[in-house]
């Protein structure tokens, strides 16, 4: 199945983008997904295509954010699209069938309809404040996530669902006991010192 942690590259330039990324790799990152949101679709192919270099000499599900055109062109595994990107189906036409798609979701209503639209996962949230989105939708906390995680269990509904949004160590364990599959995790990582120290203790944590 799908890796518990997720990656979402930080970064204001390709080069503070791909110095971010290297150090991720090196500390045993297994699923990275580029997001570039300052950057023009030019710079976004460069950037990917420079990200897809990279990766290949590392066992890391790649991922690549917005841009479903530029899955084909790069060989990357999938897309992650947000509420107001390509539609999920048109997505699917350009990556085929075999490629993996994530959709962003806020409220259960959102889940269920990435889960009719046959996205491979969800990422829900915002689990708290974050600086990282700069338009944020409300955040939903430990009691938001029981409360749809609830309900899709008692609709069957069985869809991965990760946590995303000012995510930090501590938070990790009380997210999974609410069902939720993992988290996806952004600044928490590309900030801290020993990045390797750290995303072995979340795979750690994630293992349970």
Known sequence: MYDKIQYIS??????????????VLD???????????????????KLAIATKKLIENYNCTFIINDY???????????VHLGLTDTPIEQARKIVGRDKIIGGT????????????EQCNYVGL???????????LSPVLGLSGYSTIMTQLQEMEINIPVF?????????????LNTGIYGVALSGYITQHENKK?????????CSH
């Not at 979701?105 to 009719?116: F, I, K, P, S, Y």
């Not at 120290?197 to 944590?205: A, D, S, V």
């Open 163 to 175: 946590a995303i949004g000012g995510i930090q160590q501590e938070d990790i364990q009380p997210i």
């Open 105 to 116: 979701a806020n409220t259960l209503e959102d889940v269920l309809q990435r889960h009719r």
């Open 68 to 78: 479903p055109e530029l899955v084909e062109a790069t060989g990357a595994d999938g």
């Open 27 to 45: 500390a045993g990152c297994t699923w990275l997904q580029l997001r570039y949101k300052k950057g023009t679709e030019a710079e976004m192919r």
């Open 125 to 135: 949230g915002p689990f708290r404040f974050t600086q990282t989105k700069e338009k």
């Open 10 to 23: 930080q970064g204001n330039s390709i080069t503070e983008q791909l110095n971010n990324i290297q150090q």
């Open 197 to 205: 120290q750290l995303l072995n203790q979340l795979y750690t944590l």
